[in-house]
């Protein structure tokens, strides 16, 4: 079972036909690869705030009948670009995804979503916010001993190949950084995932005038009409699916 944002829901790594795919898909491919099949359900949506993750998908994932053994979480993203965020309550949040999960019985992975201000306009305070969750979550993974996979202070994820357009949600090669780190931590025998380096693009005048007008001011737009991507949108799977062959790489 996954649970997040636009990170899980796997945006920026888009099928032919436009559906998400993403890290999550790509975990429970690697699970069933030479093993029986698994089931999986996701219940990520794009433009999700902490809380409403906690307090909706973690609720309806741990009443799923039969209840998962398996759960992936990562939230936090979305508040962090807000203005007033709160630091402590995010923690307090996470804590009771920890707490929740222990007394179910149901095994956690909590991720942190990769750091993608080298790219974006407000990138220092997205930088801070972030170092400072994913420093508070991972000492809660030590207190309460569960798998804790720090995509944020990944230093090669940040490379800009691992990104799309838009320089917020990770691209194809992103994503499968991301599934290999997750099935690692998992005790797979799984090497991490990695573009061969490249030379820097400079940033063109004509390249950040249009980034601005594609990506950035609709952002704004929708932010100043209280809007999110995700409103009216549910989990991409709702219900256990079966994998049973990998995804082609």
């Known amino acids: 079972m996954a649970i997040g944002d636009s990170f899980t829901e796997g945006i920026g790594d888009e099928r032919v036909d436009g559906s998400p795919r993403g890290?999550?898909?790509l975990v429970a491919a690697g699970l069933a690869a030479g093993g029986p099949p698994?089931?999986?359900a996701n219940l990520a949506?794009?433009?999700?705030l902490l809380e409403?993750?906690?307090?909706?998908?973690l609720e309806a994932a741990l009443a799923l009948t039969p209840a998962p053994t398996l759960i992936t979480f990562n939230g936090g993203g979305n508040d962090?670009?807000?203005?007033?965020?709160?630091?402590?309550?995010?923690?307090?949040?996470t804590e009771h995804v920890i707490r929740s999960c222990a007394a179910a019985g149901v095994r956690l992975v909590l991720l942190s979503g990769a750091d993608p201000s080298d790219g974006l306009p407000f990138g220092g305070t997205v930088r801070r916010r972030g170092?400072?969750?994913t420093a508070a979550v991972a000492g809660l993974a030590r207190r309460h001993d569960f798998v804790f996979v720090d995509v944020f202070n990944d230093a090669e994820i940040r490379r800009a190949p691992y990104w799309s357009p838009d320089r917020l949600h990770l691209g194809p090669d992103g994503h499968r950084r991301v599934a290999s780190l997750v099935l690692a931590a998992l005790g797979h025998d799984v090497a991490a995932h990695a573009v061969a380096p490249t030379p820097a693009d400079p940033r063109r005048l004509s390249t950040e005038v249009r980034y601005y007008r594609e990506h950035v001011l609709p952002w704004l737009a929708r932010r100043a009409r209280g809007?999110?991507?995700?409103d009216n949108r549910l989990g991409k799977h709702?219900?256990?699916t079966t994998v049973e062959t990998p995804h082609p790489a």
Not at 52 to 57: H, L, R, S
Not at 80 to 93: H, I, N, S
Not at 227 to 230: F, P, V
């Open 227 to 230: 809007r999110s991507s995700g």
């Open 52 to 57: 409403p993750i906690v307090t909706g998908q």
């Open 131 to 133: 170092k400072a969750l």
């Open 38 to 40: 698994v089931e999986y």
């Open 80 to 93: 962090m670009m807000r203005q007033g965020v709160d630091g402590r309550r995010l923690v307090d949040l």
């Open 238 to 240: 709702v219900a256990w």
């Open 23 to 25: 890290w999550a898909d």
């Open 45 to 48: 949506v794009r433009g999700r």
